[in-house]
């Protein structure tokens, strides 16, 4: 069964840093699109991020770029983001998602991980 794991999240004060991991359980995952997702309470799924496995195409929302940067490490089947310079606004639950093509688009994911929470205290 093709799973994603994310791990990483947790509890920081602002101008903190965290790095998420996300652990794929296939190298059918070396193909695809891979992209970092958060939803914030009553909010809709945003994007964060997309790389893919070669790292050749990064795609940042613009609330992120220059803070965030995602990588992906073929060798272990994980994808990173590291979080610098945290802000109240980033607290989210983080998800991670595959699909076979770009997107920038949430709901044109197939795969998805279960999430992890990042708190961000002012």
């Known amino acids: 069964q093709v799973q994603l794991v994310e791990s990483g999240g947790g509890l920081v004060q602002a101008g903190g840093s965290l790095r998420l991991s996300c652990a794929a359980s296939e190298r059918t995952f070396n193909n695809f699109y891979m992209g970092w997702f958060r939803q914030a309470p009553g909010k809709e799924r945003d994007l964060v991020a997309v790389?893919?496995?070669?790292?050749?195409?990064?795609t940042y929302a613009d609330s992120v770029k220059g803070r965030f940067t995602i990588s992906a490490d073929i060798a272990k089947n994980t994808v990173y983001l590291q979080m610098n310079s945290l802000k109240p606004d980033d607290t989210a639950l983080y998800y991670c998602?595959?699909?076979?093509?770009?997107?920038?688009?949430?709901?044109?994911?197939?795969?998805w991980g279960q999430g992890t929470q990042v708190t961000v205290s002012s």
């Open positions: 998602a595959g699909r076979s093509t770009y997107s920038s688009d949430p709901t044109a994911y197939t795969y």
């Open positions: 790389i893919n496995w070669s790292g050749a195409r990064t």
